[in-house]
């Protein structure tokens, strides 16, 4: 842990068993990167620079950093950056989630281990942020977020484009047979034009509105485009907000608290957010032993209104959020549902910041909770004989027709058997079935991707059907959409009722009564479940210390080892 008494470059000396020596030592060298000696003597400001050749949503970084370091200089600091692991979502294999603890593990061990009085935290791809602020809430030095914030949107040929959920649009027209291979190879190149995270409410936002919910980032900044001067200027003041947190710390234990993260989940409902960000939420809480309640999610769901018309729940892209007031705007709307005790980062209290509305709002992206896109919360926790501790269904994103429905199951055993088969012309489906796949959860050799949402079987596609019921232990992304149902828990590979479902097998869904059954008998799951072998563990390394400690979805999947002792 931080040794919190001592302040700048004195904090944390190396162990030489001599701390005069340690201290000499550390300055010695530090001396050899050109500092002065009066700069040493200042306080230290740690920046964590996740830059990196591989993810496309951090190419803003360096830029980032610099303007960090203009504030912290500029307060009269000493600003030192340093690399921690960077993850961009689709480069990494099996998938970004795999390594989201790892990221959580390096980041918290630099910040503890190395002396700072305080970090800025820049993230932005999916799975960096949610890792940063689970460090933060488990090392609890005081920390400032700084997202990248989005890209901008592309007007191509009389429409808007942006990823991703706009790939996903295109490409499933593609297999649908109704866009070229000419079409979709020139789309390519027309989704993603600008630096930045995806340009939609998918988790890259949500996380960054959450953050900000928690009162981690300087307010008002969760959606600033990646490219507008302002997020430089924004990443300035957090330079200068860090060397305010010398003197009058605020630490993530203050701002992770039940009530904070109750309003994140709030904000999450109304903004008609990614379903990955309920993971996330419950991974950063777990690190401060809050727990978070699918049971109350669905009483949450009940009573917040989505507000916020973004793909891909509805039309708007994140500048059009940001335009229109952003976070801020959001959560003025939202004041009655909110605990407004909970403070940010510059200890204001929600209330304080909410005292005034906004000086202007477009109702056509952010409604009021008299005029909202819809009276329910995006997202639904399911239970049942399928899924005993919970499923997630983004209702926003689904086809309401499709609620309330028993059919037959058509399974596939695992991505493979899944890439395999979906497009076989033989396989025996229709619009009416379920598609289920197991074996994709945390503890797989998959990692938990974002599959769940199962493409259309091709000869479905080309038929003209858009949407089927999905049902998974895996995730999807939250630029995607569809009656999608995920994280289904247990997961298969821990011996969960979805290792037991066969093609042909009855499955109930029902949101009005929040229910997922398998509709057999117990003689027969019985039987098969003394047939079930767990899967064999990998033979060493990281993704056996995943399969090892794991955590399902409920518990974020974190890590077991990184959760706090119980008190
Ligand atoms: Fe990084 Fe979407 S790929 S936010």
């Known amino acids: 842990m931080p040794n919190h008494s001592e302040r700048g470059l004195s904090r944390q000396t190396a162990g030489y068993g001599d701390r005069d020596f340690s201290l000499y030592l550390r300055r010695s060298f530090a001396r050899s990167m050109g500092y002065s000696k009066a700069i040493l003597d200042r306080p230290v400001i740690g920046i964590v620079d996740t830059a990196s050749g591989y993810n496309n949503c951090h190419r803003t970084v360096p830029d980032l950093v610099e303007a960090v370091k203009r504030g912290v200089l500029a307060a009269g600091g000493l600003p030192l950056s340093f690399p921690t692991i960077s993850l961009s979502e689709p480069s990494l294999y099996p998938t970004s989630m795999h390594y989201r603890n790892l990221a959580a593990l390096d980041t918290e061990a630099m910040l503890s281990a190395q002396p700072m009085d305080a970090a800025v935290l820049?993230?932005?791809?999916?799975?960096?942020?949610?890792?940063?602020?689970?460090?933060?809430?488990?090392?609890?030095?005081?920390?400032?977020?700084?997202?990248?914030?989005?890209?901008?949107?592309?007007?191509?040929?009389?429409?808007?484009?942006?990823?991703?959920?706009?790939?996903?649009?295109?490409?499933?027209?593609?297999?649908?047979?109704?866009?070229?291979?000419?079409?979709?190879?020139?789309?390519?190149?027309?989704?993603?034009?600008?630096?930045?995270?995806?340009?939609?409410?998918?988790?890259?936002?949500?996380?960054?509105?959450l953050t900000e919910t928690l009162g981690f980032l300087p307010p008002g900044t969760a959606s600033i485009p990646a490219v507008h001067a302002e997020r430089l200027a924004a990443a300035e003041a957090a330079g200068a907000l860090a060397m305010q947190l010398v003197d009058a710390p605020v630490r993530p234990s203050d701002l992770i608290t039940p009530h904070s993260v109750e309003n994140a989940l709030i904000v999450l409902l109304a903004l008609g957010g990614s379903t990955n960000a309920l993971i996330h939420l419950t991974a950063i809480a777990g690190r401060r032993s809050i727990p978070v309640d699918l049971h109350h999610l669905n009483e949450l769901s009940h009573q917040t209104p989505v507000l916020v018309?973004?793909?891909?729940?509805?039309?708007?892209?994140?500048?059009?959020?940001?335009?229109?007031?952003?976070?801020?705007?959001?959560?003025?709307?939202?004041?009655?549902?909110?605990?407004?005790?909970?403070?940010?980062?510059?200890?204001?209290?929600?209330?304080?910041?909410?005292?005034?509305?906004?000086?202007?709002?477009?109702r056509r992206f952010i409604r009021s909770p008299a005029n909202p896109i819809s009276p329910l919360g995006g997202l639904v926790a399911l239970f049942g004989t399928l899924a005993p501790r919970g499923a997630i269904l983004k209702r926003s994103a689904a086809t309401p027709a499709l609620f309330e429905r028993e059919a037959r199951a058509v399974v596939f055993d695992g991505l493979e058997d899944l890439a395999r088969r979906i497009d076989d012309p033989s396989l025996e489906v229709t619009p009416d079935d379920f598609l289920v796949l197991k074996n994709a959860g945390p503890r797989s050799v998959a990692g938990m991707p974002e599959a769940g949402y199962l493409p259309i079987p091709q000869k479905l596609a080309r038929a003209g059907v858009k949407d089927m019921v999905r049902i998974s232990d895996c995730r999807m992304s939250g630029t995607a959409f569809g009656t999608i149902v995920l994280h289904t828990t247990p997961e298969a590979a821990a011996g969960g009722p979805l290792a037991l479902v066969e093609t042909g097998d009855r499955i109930r869904l029902s949101v009005a009564e929040r229910r997922l059954d398998l509709l057999l008998d117990e003689t027969t799951l019985g039987r098969r479940r003394a047939l079930w072998r767990a899967p064999p563990l990998p033979p060493r390394g990281w993704d056996r210390l995943v399969a090892e400690q794991v955590l399902q979805a409920d518990a974020g999947c974190d890590l077991g080892f990184l959760k706090p002792a119980p008190a």
């Open 122 to 209: 820049i993230g932005g791809c999916d799975k960096t942020v949610p890792a940063q602020l689970m460090a933060a809430a488990s090392a609890d030095l005081p920390v400032i977020g700084l997202v990248t914030g989005p890209m901008l949107a592309t007007s191509f040929e009389g429409e808007r484009l942006a990823a991703c959920t706009d790939c996903r649009r295109y490409w499933a027209a593609y297999r649908a047979g109704r866009v070229s291979k000419e079409r979709i190879a020139e789309i390519e190149g027309r989704l993603a034009t600008t630096a930045g995270t995806c340009g939609v409410m998918g988790t890259a936002s949500t996380m960054a509105c």
């Open 309 to 362: 018309d973004l793909k891909p729940t509805g039309d708007g892209y994140m500048e059009d959020f940001h335009a229109a007031g952003g976070l801020p705007a959001l959560l003025y709307e939202l004041r009655d549902l909110l605990h407004l005790d909970a403070i940010d980062v510059t200890g204001t209290s929600l209330a304080d910041r909410l005292a005034e509305p906004p000086p202007f709002v477009d």
